[in-house]
């Protein structure tokens, strides 16, 4: 139990959140510390709002007593502009998903990647990190490509539908990582990218339950391979069981979800949560069908 006598208030920005399950992670946990704390989702899209609103919301929470924000879906580049300070890892990153208001300042931090970083070490402990390929480079993906080179990953395949998008990521990240060899390509190059890799992490949305499918051709698999799906709705999605049916090893979705509830718990109240207490509700939640 903690001695705080603080109420902490905090909200989730971002489109289409009102469903979140980060918010009763948060609270639950937060119930479990002894802590009273509050945690609400604010919809842009339910506000009639932009993204580009985010500093606005902001400062109303700034001005209404809230302590720190979750930032997701489309404002996690647009929040930047608003910050007074922020983590040198979402700053190397360029996205922000947790805000702190600290003595009236915003401090942006990123526990997708830590939180990517710490499912990784949880959920596949002793996987060899060496060399990986990952199939997305949009906003997850970004997480997912800096937590692996942060790891230690030495080579790393990028491929995205979007050879541009691809090759942005990949250039930007030799950047940050000089050294290691960082390349870019298209879905087409799996064949040739994955034989000899360690593992694979996809990070494109299909596998959700609104956009069914497969982005690897199973086959290509190796059974000594793991593979790190972002999806979570469902957690059990058509790569994860296919891979599992390979026998690689793998981590699902939830684990990510999870771990950024974990670390920006953890920035906000300064207490360590539990992470595998946090991991048993997620499960729960989503086998409730929320
Ligand atoms: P996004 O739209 O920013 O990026 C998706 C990328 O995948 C795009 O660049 C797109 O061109 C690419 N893509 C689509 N189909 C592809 C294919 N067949 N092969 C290669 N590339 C392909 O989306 P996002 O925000 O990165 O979200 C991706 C998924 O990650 C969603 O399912 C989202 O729910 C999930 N996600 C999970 C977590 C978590 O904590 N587990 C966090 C964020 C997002």
Same mark, same amino acid.
């Given at each position: 139990?903690?001695?705080?006598?603080?109420?902490?208030?905090?909200?989730?920005?971002?489109?289409?959140?009102?469903?979140?399950?980060?918010?009763?992670?948060?609270?639950?946990?937060?119930?479990?510390?002894?802590?009273?704390?509050i945690y609400r989702p604010i919809d842009?899209?339910?506000?009639?709002?932009?993204?580009?609103?985010?500093?606005?919301?902001?400062?109303?929470?700034?001005?209404?007593?809230?302590?720190?924000?979750?930032?997701?879906?489309?404002?996690?580049?647009?929040?930047?502009?608003?910050?007074?300070?922020?983590?040198?890892?979402?700053?190397?990153?360029?996205?922000?998903n947790t805000v702190l208001i600290r003595?009236?300042?915003?401090?942006?931090?990123?526990?997708?990647?830590?939180?990517?970083?710490?499912?990784?070490?949880?959920?596949?402990?002793?996987?060899?990190?060496?060399?990986?390929?990952?199939? @997305?480079?949009?906003?997850? =993906?970004? *997480? $997912?490509?800096?937590?692996? &080179?942060?790891? %230690?990953? /030495?080579?790393?395949?990028?491929?995205?539908?979007?050879?541009?998008?691809?090759?942005?990521?990949?250039?930007?990240?030799t950047h940050l990582f000089p050294g290691?060899?960082?390349?870019?390509?298209?879905?087409?190059?799996?064949?040739?990218?994955?034989?000899?890799?360690?593992?694979?992490?996809?990070?494109?949305?299909?596998?959700?339950?609104?956009?069914?499918?497969?982005?690897?051709?199973?086959?290509?698999?190796?059974?000594?391979?793991?593979?790190?799906?972002?999806?979570?709705?469902?957690?059990?999605?058509?790569?994860?069981?296919?891979?599992?049916?390979?026998?690689?090893?793998?981590?699902?979705? @939830?684990?990510?979800?999870? =771990?950024? *509830? $974990?670390?920006?718990?953890? &920035?906000?109240? %300064?207490? /360590?949560?539990?992470?595998?207490?946090?991991?048993?509700?997620?499960?729960?939640?989503?086998?409730?069908?929320?």
């Amino acid at each position: 139990m903690s001695g705080t006598n603080e109420t902490f208030i905090v909200g989730l920005i971002g489109e289409g959140i009102t469903a979140s399950l980060t918010p009763p992670m948060h609270e639950r946990e937060a119930a479990h510390q002894g802590l009273r704390y509050i945690y609400r989702p604010i919809d842009l899209l339910t506000l009639g709002r932009p993204g580009t609103d985010v500093g606005e919301v902001l400062r109303w929470g700034r001005d209404l007593g809230f302590n720190a924000f979750n930032v997701t879906h489309p404002c996690k580049q647009l929040v930047l502009a608003e910050l007074d300070d922020v983590s040198d890892d979402a700053a190397r990153l360029g996205a922000v998903n947790t805000v702190l208001i600290r003595n009236s300042r915003f401090i942006g931090h990123n526990t997708d990647f830590s939180g990517f970083g710490s499912a990784l070490a949880d959920g596949l402990p002793d996987a060899e990190l060496d060399s990986a390929v990952q199939l @997305g480079a949009g906003g997850a =993906g970004a *997480a $997912v490509s800096y937590a692996l &080179l942060t790891a %230690g990953t /030495r080579r790393l395949t990028i491929l995205d539908l979007e050879p541009a998008r691809a090759a942005d990521r990949a250039a930007a990240l030799t950047h940050l990582f000089p050294g290691r060899q960082i390349t870019a390509g298209t879905p087409g190059d799996l064949p040739a990218a994955l034989p000899g890799a360690d593992g694979l992490v996809h990070a494109t949305p299909l596998g959700m339950h609104s956009h069914p499918g497969l982005a690897v051709d199973l086959d290509l698999l190796d059974p000594s391979q793991w593979v790190a799906d972002v999806v979570y709705r469902p957690v059990d999605t058509e790569l994860v069981r296919g891979a599992r049916a390979k026998g690689c090893r793998v981590l699902d979705g @939830g684990r990510m979800a999870v =771990g950024q *509830a $974990v670390d920006a718990f953890e &920035l906000i109240t %300064g207490i /360590r949560p539990d992470p595998a207490r946090m991991h048993a509700h997620f499960t729960e939640l989503i086998s409730q069908g929320r």
